[in-house]
């Protein structure tokens, strides 16, 4: 081993077989003013330094480094079964990760904001914002950085008439072709395994148009398309062609229901010009008949009372009541007021214009 100066520098130089061995309990190196370059114990660890400030210290579960750990790659594998983990011990609030570049709008994670809630927050870089987070729950926020449900999507409101895009767009990707659109699932566990019991589709009706599509799951079937609302707001049910503002096709006797717990429940068919402009088909819950008469009319023009009894012009039955009541299995009255109960008029000269015939 040969220990010399060249004029310039000081060297120790080994230039024999076998490794250089330096020994000692504790060993130091050091700078002229006494700043450790490096520090060895014996039985514990190794530390090195920058600017007598330690930055890498082995210990006997790794190391621990303080500061910017920076290069063109950086790769941390591990071959065995344990976890790699990147953890922040502190408690202290504020960032604990970040994944970023010097480049601007590069990728910040954020594994530890500071609070309870957002165990992690993924946003652009630099950006501010809630991004994207992940709390305690596992409950996932678009937008919020408290997601009260798994998946969480807020944003600003967007009117109808600004944009074609939502808060959340869902599309497909196919070659577009009619029918062909984004759609959402709706299910859950059943005797067959996970099952999609209903489905909202938005699809290509036309060029530029389309159409929103509301499916259900029959049993040992795949969706099929209940109701459809087209690109000119037509519904149809039933029908994947609705040609008027509802449009019912079905094989069953009964075409719809409508029930209303109210007194007098009404159906209104009429113009937009005014509520009186309208032929109403109703039901009196309390006489226990049905009616059809005009708004603004407190009359009824046509009425069926419970029993079969036909009613015009009337709501009662009776020779002293206006209008006429033709009753089932009792007598008949026709009632009117300065004018003739009733005209019957023949077509031609011959024939019969009354008839009466008993049993």
């Not at 050091?30 to 450790?36: I, M």
């Not at 922040?88 to 904001?113: M, R």
């Not at 914002?129 to 729950?137: D, E, F, I, P, R």
């Amino acid at each position: 081993m040969q220990l010399y100066h060249d004029g310039s520098n000081s060297y120790i130089q080994d230039a024999g077989t076998g490794n250089l061995i330096l020994k000692a309990t504790d060993l130091r190196i050091r700078a002229n003013n006494d700043h450790n370059f490096i520090a060895a114990a014996q039985g514990g660890g190794v530390d090195i330094y920058n600017n007598n400030q330690i930055k890498l210290s082995t210990t006997a579960s790794g190391i621990d480094v303080t500061g910017v750990v920076g290069g063109d790659t950086l790769n941390i594998s591990g071959s065995g079964s344990g976890d790699i983990g990147i953890i922040k011990t502190s408690a202290n609030s504020g960032t604990g990760l970040y994944i970023n570049s010097q480049t601007a709008n590069q990728i910040d994670l954020v594994g530890y904001d500071g609070s309870a809630a957002n165990a992690v927050n993924i946003r652009a870089g630099g950006a501010t914002g809630a991004g994207l987070n992940v709390n305690t729950s596992n409950n996932v926020g678009i937008g919020t950085t408290a997601p009260s449900t798994i998946l969480d999507v807020e944003g600003a409101n967007i009117n109808f008439a600004s944009s074609e895009n939502g808060i959340l767009n869902v599309f497909s990707n196919d070659a577009t072709a009619v029918d062909k659109g984004g759609s959402i699932s709706l299910g859950g566990n059943s005797e067959s395994g996970s099952l999609g019991f209903a489905m909202i589709k938005g699809a290509r009706e036309s060029t530029d148009a389309g159409y929103l599509a509301f499916g259900t799951r029959s049993a040992s079937a795949n969706s099929t398309e209940r109701m459809r609302i087209s690109s000119s707001g037509n519904v149809g049910i039933g029908t994947s062609a609705p040609s008027s503002p509802l449009h019912v096709v079905t094989t069953s006797q009964r075409v719809g229901t409508f029930i209303s717990t109210g007194s007098d429940p009404q159906v209104y068919i009429g113009d937009a010009t005014s509520s009186d402009n309208a032929f109403i088909l109703g039901y009196d819950r309390a006489d226990n008949r049905g009616y059809l008469t005009v708004a603004g009319d407190s009359d009824s023009v046509f009425s069926i009372a419970n029993g079969g009894d036909v009613l015009i012009g009337t709501t009662n039955i009776g020779i002293g009541n206006l209008g006429w009541s033709f009753r089932r299995n009792n007598a008949s009255f026709v009632t009117v007021d300065g004018n003739p109960s009733l005209v019957v008029k023949r077509g031609s000269n011959t024939g019969t214009a009354i008839e009466f015939v008993g049993p």
